[in-house]
């Protein structure tokens, strides 16, 4: 019998982000070694099947003689993934200075960094300069790359510049725009001195897609009053066309939690865990060591719950998992050297000849550990200072299933407004009221974690990342679609 197979089409999509998901290392002139890093990202994309997608990004390393880049180049090209090399210089200015140093904590209402305050003022024209030189770096690689029919799909702060630089070059150019962290109020965003060239940018993309509701009207917001164009409920006015402009909430891969539980290496690490704090409740906070994610503040809290309750002190135990990021940075350095010293002083404070009351811990945990001890905790905190979403609060819940236990969320967490009914939500500037959460979270009745427990793991099962990318891509068809048929009537 003849078999017949029918081929599905499948749209092409180039997801364009500064890093490609993953990790280099040189291994001679031209050998490199590649891991993929499964992070939310790719496992999203991984899991929509309607399209064929391709990476465009940084590798992450300084790749200078043209042996190596080709060598790159070919190894990476196995893994679907395409390299934009930047020189160290490039990355300096555009990724450590205009990236990090100044959109990152403006769009967190951090302010610019306190010390060096007035020399980032002073070199910010070069850095946004090499900012604009790197987007049209992304841009040219993904020029050469493009297929008629394609998807262009540009993420987060690092390329705001990216899709004025595609659409200059083709006007037809499918091109969406994903912000992951908050946009802030309007008046936060004017500071900026390089406001309205981003605002100009970024409207050049047919679809602008946020977190929540609110980044999306802050954005519209900054469009009309320093731009002056007019807003509407689907987007913004600009220059004869509607750029649409929504909310798209990203989910986690929970199947891939859930089912990890099952594991043997993970119920391996979820019984010597269970042995290792025999008799204790735990609490859990897992974060990047980054100033957004308020690591000192929940701290804080933690000390002032045990300060006021003294039954407690031997009975619970704070696990605080953070990995290092950006440690060249001296901003992240001095945050390192301020919880270490606050941990050691509550330790000293509060612990005793066998325990102490916080383990903290500066590293990455592999996926296995990581969800064993997403299973065996009694709460988990969340306290980010600003946050675009949090996904470390959506891989709890769904890893809660037989424990429920409690999360305690930032209301400033773009979670929030997902996980807000489940979670006991706190203001993490307030150390009284974060330590109240505690005490009320280790009290709280069965019955009530179980309500608020299974009202998040719905949320968490049914808003999954391979929905959201499949959401905002045929979104972005759509838009495109609209928009041809508008200007053809
Ligand atoms: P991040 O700021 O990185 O992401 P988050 O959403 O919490 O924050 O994601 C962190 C990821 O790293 C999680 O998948 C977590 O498991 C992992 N991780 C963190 N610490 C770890 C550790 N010590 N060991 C192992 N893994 C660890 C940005 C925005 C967020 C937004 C996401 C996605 O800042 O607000 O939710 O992008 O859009």
Not at 255 to 269: C, K, M
Request: charged content about 25%.
């Amino acid at each position: 019998e003849e078999k017949h197979e029918t081929k599905t089409f499948r749209q092409r999509l180039l997801v364009v982000a500064n890093r490609l998901p993953v990790s280099a290392v040189r291994k001679g002139e031209d050998a490199w070694s590649l891991e993929i890093s499964a992070g939310g990202l790719v496992s999203a994309l991984l899991g929509v099947k309607e399209f064929e997608a391709k990476w465009i990004g940084w590798a992450g390393v300084n790749v200078p003689d043209e042996i190596g880049q080709k060598a790159l180049t070919k190894a990476l090209a196995e893994k679907r993934c395409i390299p934009v090399f930047l020189d160290e210089e490039i990355v300096h200015q555009y990724y450590n200075g205009y990236c990090n140093n100044i959109l990152w904590p403006l769009f967190h209402y951090l302010g610019l960094p306190q010390e060096d305050r007035l020399a980032t003022t002073r070199s910010f024209q070069s850095q946004f300069e090499a900012y604009e030189k790197a987007n049209q770096m992304f841009a040219d690689v993904v020029n050469k790359h493009y297929e008629e029919g394609d998807v262009v799909w540009c993420h987060d702060y690092h390329l705001m510049f990216l899709p004025k630089c595609l659409k200059k070059h083709n006007k037809n150019m499918k091109v969406g725009w994903f912000l992951h962290t908050p946009f802030p109020s309007s008046e936060i965003h004017r500071t900026l001195p390089s406001r309205s060239e981003l605002l100009h940018s970024v409207l050049a993309a047919d679809l602008v897609g946020f977190h929540t509701y609110d980044y999306a009207r802050h954005f519209v917001s900054a469009c009309t009053r320093i731009l002056g164009l007019e807003g509407t409920p689907y987007g913004v006015e600009y220059q004869g066309k509607l750029t649409r402009v929504a909310a798209f909430p990203i989910g986690i891969d929970s199947e891939r939690f859930i089912r990890a539980l099952d594991l043997p290496p993970v119920q391996d690490h979820i019984r010597e865990l269970q042995e290792r704090f025999k008799g204790r409740k735990v609490m859990l906070g897992v974060d990047r060591l980054d100033m957004i994610k308020g690591i000192p503040q929940k701290i804080l809290a933690f000390e002032k719950f045990l300060e006021e309750d003294a039954y407690w002190r031997d009975k619970v135990v704070l696990l605080q998992i953070a990995v290092p990021t950006r440690t060249d940075v001296p901003e992240y350095q001095k945050l390192t050297s301020q919880v270490h010293e606050i941990v050691g002083r509550i330790n000293g404070r509060f612990g005793t000849l066998t325990t102490v009351p916080i383990h903290h811990l500066d590293r990455s945990l592999d996926f296995h550990q990581l969800c064993a001890l997403y299973a065996v905790t009694d709460v988990a905190l969340v306290t980010s200072l600003r946050d675009g979403m949090n996904l470390v609060s959506y891989e709890y819940v769904a890893c809660q299933e037989k424990k429920k236990g409690v999360l305690i969320l930032s209301e400033f967490a773009g979670a929030a407004q997902s996980l807000g009914a489940g979670a006991i939500l706190v203001n993490p500037w307030n150390i009284t009221e974060v330590a109240a959460a505690i005490a009320r979270a280790l009290k709280m009745p069965s019955a009530e974690r179980e309500k608020r427990h299974k009202h998040n793991f719905l949320h968490v099962k049914s808003h999954t990342a391979q929905e959201w990318a499949g959401t905002f891509v045929s979104e972005l068809n759509d838009t495109v679609i609209e928009a041809q048929l508008r200007t053809r009537q």
